[in-house]
């Protein structure tokens, strides 16, 4: 049943809203995001009561997403409030009021429901098994600890980008003195946690500052694709653009690369959580998610609704089947060409020499290359390289994900002219451009042998012997259209892998 | 109400499928298309009788057309055959094998339905007034002469490039008295038809020869964009061709570049049909028809169902409209922003200096700057520019189309890292990127009026006085968020057009 959800996540610093439709066929996708800068937690201070201003600053920005909400439809709310009213003593007061000027059923939740939800939403779009997770927000910061992709451990820390630069008064330029104190403080307080000790993981980061890091670092490198989620730094890059940060003051910082204007003053308060984190922890590297406590919201509403657990088991799966779902591909016909696909890989691993990850990536793109007729027919080929490059697919790196594209992209022959383009070439080396060219011939192969879309060829086995590579067509036709479809391709096959291909 | 509509072309050389559906919005949109060399009327010759071998050639390509029907789920075949099956003797005898066999209700037509269905084709998706128009085909060729939209003169040759080539035996090598006896023999047909000569008009072909004639020249020119659909070549450069054609043998053609294997030896032939028909005509320019009998025969039942003419009085705007509802866009809130940016557009001509092409590319951005979001919420702009440039949008040249993406991508900024990357700028010089900054500015002016998307600002006034950009906002609310948004934009109005902007 199709159905569409509205998502409200009302936190210290900023209220937001997301759209997710689920279509009848399960698929399902973001379709709205808006951000409103609220700073509801502003003034609250140590008495922690929301000021009358910061709550109506609030009110009128819910008030504009329950007119949105109208707007698209939405057929339920899910909406939450975090630290800033979990604290607040007049917090029950301010739901009240949300709720009589604007009709929507808020809710405040406590730190261990919130740290949960954003470690769904990560779990289930970045592939780690272990790590250190944080979800850093304006008046709090969960962290949580996960191994073997369980939650092991939890802390929720009080302090946040938004009431840290209040405290310690770090909006505009900062002295040393200033930032020692504030770190001292921070770094004192993580280490009364001795589980956050020297852990050596790579370490997730959620939340608005979290964006910002890998907006303003892809600023000083240059790179060449403006997507956020899964980016990676190393901790001395993220150190270097920490100490770029301190050194300016607030005139400075709102012309700083990637930084976004409303978050300038909060900025040195929120990397400083993060570096804190990473220096206890001794983190070996910084993962930004774009998903978190809203996109948990979400899946674990999705995921009970399918019945299913809230931790996905293979994410990489789950989010490849939901684009083939969502661009109404046909599940039979790429699923067998995906199956066939799979058996020539795997028989002729001693010709190729390409490992599990590769395979997967064979598997996204076997699924996947025809998903560009939803754009346009002709060309489609071209049109699924685009879509797979800029698809929600999760469990991926951004060069993977490229490579994906270009093996979608080449699933007919491979052509340098259309896919070879600046962006797939700043991912793609050499050696990169070779793995693509493999698994498109053993997808090719794999299409040639559905051309009737049938399913006549049921399966295949794939060998080597004597330097020849054997394909035995296991079938009850005569299937003289994919046989002669598969021939077509010896030429390419023997260009590429050194041997001949004998069809049996 | 949702359809499925199957549509099949079986003509003298190949056989072809085409699968369009009609959503429950009535947009439209091509999702399967198949071909299969057939050759029917091989060996006909002079005694007009189809041979069993090209029947059964025939039979077997529609039965897998048949299954493909079923396996799409089609709700209707619509099927015709045309000059091969005409023209026979036993034709009726063969379309009855064919539902016998197939379960196709294949029906011949006539050669003035023919015409007049690749003529709604044609001047559905292609923008011309005054043109000469011809479907060549293998066993004919249709002409139509086009005056103010409307057919005025129909002419049917019961030649194309299949019975050509084997009555002059042009396959392989060809001398120069071969050429000269075929070549005469067109030129004097074509001589007999008075209303042809010296027309001075843009010639537009439809038909696999003519498509041929595009491939074969862009890749000549090494044209940038994989598009064969309104694509124009001048006179001159189309005798280049043909000369360049006419010296080769078979061989030579198999290798020829932009040329597919299967017309190398009728493309001689097809290609002197059409030079006969511009050199008789003095046509000033060839255009090339991707659509023709099939749209023509889609349309028409579309446009029926819809209780509408045959022809659609402006094309870019129904595949505009049509696209809008394709990628579910929220009609009113585009057509609204649609509005607003035509208002500024008119009050500001006298600064922005653009004319009426401008302003209707202005009007398919704005119509479409979001219908990115059904590719990834985030980064939609460039998704929107993506779709735009590859949308079927009928009314456009290339370069146009590739400007109103441009114009969808910029609509929150322009930025010239995503946008300007090559496919774009070997369309686009430094006048056409002004143009396209300057478009963009007047749709982010307008969205920004639309930012509650609550249609608050209900009409502008936009006026030039005293070396000032004056917008009136029609409103009966204090619009303050919308005004913000606007003012935004003052220094970027100001930088591209000189003048400032004072929103009153």
């Known amino acids: 049943m199709t159905e569409r959800l509205a998502i409200i996540d009302l936190g210290s610093n900023s209220a937001r809203l997301i759209v997710m439709h689920i279509y009848h066929n399960d698929a399902y996708n973001l379709v709205y995001h808006q951000k409103e800068i609220v700073r509801l937690s502003e003034g609250a201070g140590e008495s922690r009561v929301l000021s009358k201003e910061a709550m109506w600053r609030a009110i009128n920005s819910l008030k504009v997403f329950a007119h949105m909400c109208e707007l698209v439809q939405a057929d339920k709310i899910l909406a939450v409030a975090t630290a800033a009213v ?11 009021l949300v709720y009589q000027h604007t009709g929507i059923p808020l809710q405040a939740i406590s730190e261990e429901t919130e740290a949960l939800l954003g470690y769904i939403g990560v779990i289930n779009t970045i592939d780690v098994k272990d790590a250190l997770l944080f979800d850093l927000g304006g008046g709090s910061t969960e962290v949580t600890l996960i191994r073997d992709r369980q939650p092991l451990e939890m802390l929720s820390i009080p302090y946040g980008s938004l ?12 002295t040393e003195e200033k930032l020692n104190e504030m770190r001292n403080f921070v770094m004192g307080y993580l280490h009364r946690h001795t589980w956050l000790k020297n852990l050596s993981l790579p370490v997730v980061g959620i939340g608005g500052t979290a964006r910002n890091i890998a907006k303003m670092d892809q ?48 900025i040195i308060a929120g990397t400083t959580i993060a570096k804190s984190l990473l220096d206890v922890s001794r983190g070996t590297s910084l993962a930004i998610s774009g998903c978190g406590v809203r996109e948990g919201m979400f899946l674990k509403y999705y995921l009970e609704r399918k019945g299913q657990k809230e931790i996905i088991p293979d994410i990489l799966a789950h989010s490849t089947h939901n684009m083939l779902l969502f661009y109404k591909g046909n599940e039979s016909h790429h699923y067998h060409i995906a ?26 793109a076997a699924l996947l290359h025809d998903i560009g007729i939803a754009i346009n027919y002709y060309d489609h080929a071209r049109h699924s ?7 929600r697919l999760f469990g991926l790196t951004h060069r993977e994900q490229m490579l994906a594209a270009v093996v979608a992209g080449w699933h007919s022959g491979y052509s340098a002219k259309y896919v070879r383009h600046k962006l797939y070439s700043e991912f793609l080396d050499q050696a ?18 559905e051309t009737t879309q049938m ?15 054997h394909l035995k067509l296991i079938t009850d036709d005569p299937v003289v259209i994919e046989r002669q479809a598969v021939v077509q391709h010896k030429k390419w096959f023997k260009k590429e892998l050194g041997v001949d291909l004998v069809v049996v």
Chains 1, 2 share one sequence.
């Open 339 to 364: 199956g066939l696909a799979a058996s020539m890989f795997d028989g002729w691993q001693p010709v190729h020499k390409l490992g599990s990850r590769e395979k997967s990536l064979l598997n996204v």
């Open 163 to 174: 009431n840290l630069t209040e405290m310690f008064g770090t909006s505009d330029k900062i």
């Open 385 to 391: 390289a685009y879509l797979v490059e800029n698809a």
């Open 455 to 469: 399913g006549l060829v049921r399966k295949v086995e794939a060998t080597i012997a004597a330097d020849q590579a």
């Open 86 to 96: 979990r604290n607040a003593h007049n917090g029950q007061e301010f739901l009240q």
């Open 219 to 266: 600023k000083r490198k240059n790179y060449p694709f403006p997507k956020v989620h899964n980016y990676r730094l190393g901790p001395m890059a993220f150190e270097e653009l920490w100490y770029a940060l301190i050194k300016t003051n607030l005139t400075q910082r709102r012309k700083f690369p990637g930084l976004s204007n409303e978050r300038a003053d909060i």
């Open 432 to 449: 990169d451009w070779q793995v693509a060219r493999r698994l498109a011939l053993i997808l090719a192969l794999a299409e040639s042998l």
